[in-house]
């Protein structure tokens, strides 16, 4: 198994206390989970109203929809005029196809994020906030986009986006309680950001940090076909990639020229290391 013997320890007690559940008191294999924020309990809500097969499809529409609609709107922008466009699909396949079997949201906060950045390029600041408030309750890396706020010294977004997320996850606290909230922030978050939850090796997550502990960091259960046993070879890649990523994403920062790019190196610093460490 892959980590210290309190992380592994920490695993076996997790996945006791899920097999303590009724329906799962049967089960032998070894769970999985991503614990997502609290807000997700609000946000897919309205989906549960039906059959598993209606609101998986109500869901994907929606989450093109939006993707779709904010899309157009930042090539027209962008004024791209290309037929080249009509290749987005094939880019996007992975996610277009996870989000279709799996129900994940990347299509959708993908949409979100580039709405986001249309309302905040027009002074819309509240609108920008919403939208990226919906990103970070979601899925928490998005929360970089406050860094790129600030380095723009746009500051009613950053405190447009501030409130907003606040609100996200307070929201949800009238179903759960504020004790799960504290939990979820303070235990499950520290824990998942070393992987003592997630498998550091699902390739489901499609980050650099995945293949680089694929390449170098065999485990004897999740990984055992690594083709190298080098710990320093992973913290070196990971770090080098890292450094470069930063290295443009401070540089269009500080040349305050293109806004686009700028925000588009946050969201990749944000997605490519969203797992943790090794």
Known sequence: MHGSPAKLVRKVQFNLMIRNLPDLSGEKFLLNY????P???????????????ISKILFNLVSLAVFFFFLLQLLRRLQVHSRLVLLLPLIFLIPLRNNILFGQTYILLTGLLIGGYLAETRNKNAAAGF???????????PAILLVYLVARKNYRAFFSTLLFTASFFLSATIFTGMDFLVKYCCDFLPRMSVNEINNPFASSYQSVTV????????DALLNP????????SFIFFGGLITGILFFFFISHLLKNEDSFTTFSFSLLAASVFKIGRA
């Open 39 to 53: 807000f997700s309990l609000l946000f897919y809500a309205p989906f549960t109203f039906t059959g598993v097969h």
């Open 225 to 232: 076909g690594a083709p190298f046993n080098s710990l320093m």
């Open 131 to 141: 939208y990226y408030a919906i990103a970070i309750a979601l899925k928490i890396s």
């Open 34 to 37: 991503a614990v997502v924020p």
């Open 211 to 218: 293949l680089l502990r694929t390449l170098f960091i065999p």
